[in-house]
């Protein structure tokens, strides 16, 4: 099945901790994406890239760090200098970051703060 | 003034009513607009992606789009309790996708 994973399904962090989000996909695309989403406020980009050992920041990209080493998988760490990171994180790609095309997401990851 | 709005509901409607979800937005440079749907705790899944204004129709959903009045709607006739969900509307500005806020939709069977 090809699709976007991403794990683990929830996270607990604790104050001062930095924690990784895993994302992988297998459709073969070029673009990857990480979102936040809070209730009533829609989805907010924090990083994306294009292509591999490239990425850009987002709107809010403030204490959150990003790899891409691979194609397939672009992991996204929540760092202790965000200090509000309770969310739902979404993870995205499209075939090749175009404007035309769209954005599948993956399962998302809920973030909660002990 | 967020460049995209949509009303957050909920909208709660009886099984087989016709429902119309709608966002507006003040970005001229916006040229793709799509509608995604979110059940709870899930990732969005794509519904309806439309270019130009007019409408646009799969099966029970109509996507239209009105670019002079800088208006989108989702029309989803025959609504089945399987359609309660999120909506929320997405649209391109050249650089990313700028999502509304989502609407919340319960369909009563």
């Known amino acids: 099945d090809g699709g976007i994973t991403q794990s683990p399904k929830y996270l607990f962090r604790k104050e001062g901790q930095n924690v990784t989000l895993s994302c992988e996909q297998n459709l073969n695309h070029d673009a990857m994406y990480w979102y936040r989403q809070d209730p009533g406020q829609g989805l907010r980009l924090i990083y994306y890239?294009?292509?591999?050992?490239?990425?850009q920041k987002g709107d809010i990209a403030e204490g959150y760090s990003v790899s891409r080493e691979k194609k397939e998988s672009f992991p996204l760490t929540v760092t202790s200098a965000q200090k509000n990171p309770t969310a739902f994180y979404l993870c995205?790609?499209?075939?090749?970051?175009?404007?035309?095309?769209?954005?599948?997401f993956g399962p998302g990851t809920r973030l909660l703060v002990l | 003034q967020k460049e995209v709005e949509q009303d957050p509901g909920p909208l709660s409607v009886p099984e087989g009513a016709i429902v119309s979800l709608n966002c507006t937005y003040s970005n001229s440079a916006f040229q793709y607009f799509m509608w995604y749907r979110q059940y709870s705790r899930k990732g969005p899944e794509l519904l309806m992606y439309?270019?130009?204004?007019g409408n646009k129709e799969d099966g029970r959903f109509t996507a239209q789009v009105d670019k002079s009045s800088k208006y989108i709607s989702l029309f989803i006739r025959d609504s089945q309790p399987s359609d309660s969900a999120t909506y929320l509307c997405?649209?391109?500005?050249?650089?990313?996708?700028?999502f509304g806020a989502g609407t919340i939709l319960r369909v009563k069977s």
């Open positions: 890239s294009q292509i591999v050992n490239d990425f």
């Open positions: 997405a649209m391109d500005d050249g650089n990313k996708l700028v």
């Open positions: 995205a790609s499209s075939p090749g970051g175009g404007l035309q095309e769209t954005q599948y």
């Open positions: 439309t270019y130009s204004s």
